[in-house]
Each structure stands twice: as structure tokens, then as C-alpha cells.
């Protein structure tokens, strides 16, 4: 059974763009979720999706937004990026509630 | 505000040894803990879990062991190995859906 598959996994912007970070749950997993990985910080929570609903949300402010198709694939999109936003951002699927399976991420770096 | 607080941040044993980690929370809705493994370049991935009615559970080498009063968990590596060497990060969440609030992470070295 195929992964979670994190894209792009590595990308550079400037501050001001916006990017959107994409990913795929492994198949049957109805639960998506969103981290931001810095260090220091951990793993802090943005975000969570089920069956295209978000159930959960974070406390990041409004330019971190995403969504979930009738797939399970999900999308994330930060507007306007600070050069805080540099982190590692991982996705991962569970099937309704409890074990978490992350992908290997996306690195993003805001210059 | 951190609302799982992880010790030590980085842990150096020799092989065979017993690195432990400790983990505290305040939130008394959380009723569901995980350990998660992370190798660099990967994501995490979960190691042992735990739930407040049991004071203990282990699995293989990993031991988690629970104590509600205190609100304190910790995680026990036997026999350690330089294949263990990775960060582990604590968590907790609610039964709300799965929004896991992580500890800041360990790193651990197993020296062979």
C-alpha cells in the first residue's frame, strides 16, 4: 500500500508569494492533517479535514487555509509568506481518529 | 504555550543503555498518547501509544509508562541500539478528532 505522497517536497519562495502544498493519504484513509515542523517548536498543529470538512483547526492565522477534495487529497495554501513560515510542513492520514501516518514532507524556504 | 512539555531535548546513551523521556501535560481532556519516531528526512512515525486507564504498555523494547495523577508520561528504550538513534517526539490529543499537541522533541544518540 502506497504512502503518503507529500508535493513538492522541497520549494523556495520570497516574501509576499503564496504556495500551495499538496497531498495524497494512503488509500481509505478518510483524515487528513496538517503540521508545521520547525525547531524548537516541535510539531505544531495548523489544520484537519474529513471527508472534505475541516474538524480541527489550529491557531495559525487566516493566510494558512486548505482544503480536501471528494478524493481525500488535500491541499494547503499560506498567503502572502513571512520568512517565519520556513519550516517543514507534513501531511498526514489516519482513517477516522488516532494513529497519524505523515509523509516525508514539504520543505519550504521563504527568502 | 507548549501544552506537552518534553525532556531532555537531546540524549546520548551507549549502547544497551536505557534512554528514558519524559513527558507532562496540564489538559486533563487528553485521553490518548503517542510516541513518534523521526529519522531525518522522514516523517515521524508512530512508535507505541497509550491510553489513561492502563499505567503501562510495552512493545518489543519500548515501554510507556503512565501516571495520571501527575499527568507525567515517559517512554523507555531497552537495550538501546545505535539503530534507535532519531528523535522522538511525545503527543496528546483529545478524543475530538485528530488534533495531537507535540512535544518539542529528543534527539537520541545510541553510541555503539
Known amino acids: ?111 | 504555550q507548549q501544552q506537552v512539555k518534553q525532556s531532555p531535548q537531546s540524549l546520548i546513551v551507549q549502547k544497551g543503555g536505557i534512554p528514558i523521556i519524559n513527558c507532562a501535560y496540564e489538559n486533563t481532556a487528553f485521553d490518548y498518547f503517542p510516541w513518534y519516531q523521526q529519522f531525518p528526512g522522514k516523517g515521524p512515525a508512530l512508535l507505541i501509544a497509550i491510553r489513561p486507564d492502563v499505567s503501562e504498555k510495552k512493545e518489543g523494547r519500548f515501554t510507556i509508562s503512565f501516571n495520571k495523577s501527575a499527568k507525567q508520561f515517559s517512554l523507555h528504550i531497552m537495550d538501546s541500539q545505535p539503530g534507535d538513534s532519531a528523535t522522538y517526539f511525545c503527543a496528546a490529543s483529545p478524543n475530538t478528532g485528530n488534533q495531537f499537541y507535540f512535544g518539542t522533541g529528543t534527539s537520541l544518540t545510541v553510541i555503539p
Open chain 1, 1 to 111: 500500500k502506497a504512502g503518503v505522497t507529500q508535493t513538492p517536497r522541497y520549494l523556495i519562495k520570497t516574501r509576499g508569494q503564496q504556495v500551495t502544498l499538496s497531498c495524497s493519504p494512503i488509500s481509505g484513509h478518510r483524515s487528513v492533517s496538517w503540521y508545521q515542523q520547525t525547531p524548537g517548536q516541535g510539531l505544531q498543529f495548523l489544520f484537519e479535514y474529513f471527508s472534505e470538512t475541516q474538524r480541527n483547526k489550529g491557531n495559525f492565522p487566516g493566510r494558512f487555509s486548505g482544503r480536501q477534495f471528494s478524493n481525500s487529497r488535500s491541499e494547503m495554501n499560506v498567503s502572502t509568506l513571512e520568512l517565519g513560515d520556513s519550516a517543514l510542513y507534513l501531511c498526514a492520514s489516519s482513517v477516522t481518529w488516532g494513529q497519524l501516518f505523515f509523509g516525508e514532507g514539504s520543505r519550504l524556504t521563504v527568502l
